[in-house]
C-alpha cells in the first residue's frame, strides 16, 4: 500500500471550515508537511510540523498530529473559494534519504 | 534565486518522437527529483538525484524514460520514444537538506500531450 494516504476529495461551502487528513506508515517521520497545489502551478509549501509536536497554528491553518495513530490532519478555518486547490501530504524522515514522500492529494472544492 | 525553472511549460508532441524536459534547480540545493502528475496515478515519483549522482530511478516506467544531471544546475528528462500515455504534468523540484525542514521546492511543471 501506498506511505500516504488521503481521501481524494472534499467538498465544503465557503465559509465553513475544512478539515482534509492524511495517515502514514513510517514512525520514524520527523518531519509532516502540507503542500498546496493551485490549478495550473507546481506544488508550494504551506506549513510543516515537527514530529515531537502535537499541534501548530498559523492564522487560518491548524495542523494536528496524532503520532500514535500515524494521523495529520490540516484543518482550514473559514474557507475561501482561494482556498480551491489539491492538498498534499507529505512526510520526510531527517538522517535517512530526506526524501519526501508525498500522498496523492486532497482536491478541496469551496463552493457558494 | 528564480526558483525551479522547467522548460518548456507545454509541449505537444506525435507518438513516436523524442520529447526532452528540461529543469534548473535552485542554486546550492542537493537533492533534485522528477514527478509525474496524472488524475489517474496521482504524484509519482520518476528519480531523484543527489549532488548530480542519479540515486533511485525505481520509479522510471519504462526503459524509454531516462534523466540526466551532468551539473549541478541541469537535469532533463527525456522519453523515446513517446506514447499518448506519457501525457501527464511532470514536475522538477529540488531541496537543500541542510535545512532543518527539507522543503521541496517545485518548478511550475511541463504540461506533455502526446497524440
Known amino acids: 500500500g501506498e506511505d500516504v494516504e488521503q481521501s481524494l476529495f472534499l467538498s465544503v461551502r465557503e465559509g465553513d471550515s475544512s478539515v482534509i487528513n492524511c495517515t502514514y506508515t513510517?514512525?520514524?517521520?520527523?518531519?509532516l508537511y502540507w503542500y498546496k497545489q493551485e490549478p495550473g502551478a507546481g506544488l508550494q509549501l504551506l506549513t510543516y510540523?515537527?514530529?515531537?509536536?502535537d499541534m501548530k497554528q498559523d492564522q487560518r491553518l491548524t495542523v494536528l498530529l496524532n503520532k500514535k495513530d500515524k494521523h495529520l490532519s490540516l484543518r482550514i478555518a473559514d474557507t475561501q473559494t482561494g482556498d480551491s486547490a489539491i492538498y498534499f501530504c507529505a512526510e520526510s524522515i531527517t538522517g535517512g534519504s530526506y526524501i519526501p514522500t508525498f500522498g496523492r492529494g486532497t482536491s478541496l472544492i469551496v463552493h457558494p | 534565486d528564480a526558483g525551479v525553472i522547467q522548460s518548456p511549460r507545454h509541449e505537444v508532441t506525435e507518438m513516436g518522437q523524442e520529447v526532452t524536459l528540461r529543469c534548473k534547480p535552485i542554486s546550492g540545493h542537493d537533492y533534485l527529483f522528477w514527478y509525474r502528475q496524472t488524475m489517474m496515478r496521482g504524484l509519482e515519483l520518476l528519480i531523484y538525484f543527489n549532488n548530480n549522482v542519479p540515486i533511485d530511478d525505481s520509479g522510471m516506467p519504462e526503459d524509454r524514460f531516462s534523466a540526466k544531471m551532468p551539473n549541478a544546475s541541469f537535469s532533463t528528462l527525456k522519453i523515446q520514444p513517446s506514447e499518448p500515455r506519457d501525457s501527464a504534468v511532470y514536475f522538477c523540484?529540488?531541496?537543500?537538506?541542510?535545512?532543518?525542514?527539507?522543503?521541496?521546492?517545485f518548478g511550475q511543471g511541463t504540461r506533455l500531450t502526446v497524440v
Open positions: 510540523i515537527f514530529s515531537n509536536m
Open positions: 523540484a529540488s531541496t537543500d537538506t541542510g535545512t532543518p525542514n527539507t522543503e521541496a521546492f
Open positions: 513510517d514512525s520514524s517521520s520527523t518531519y
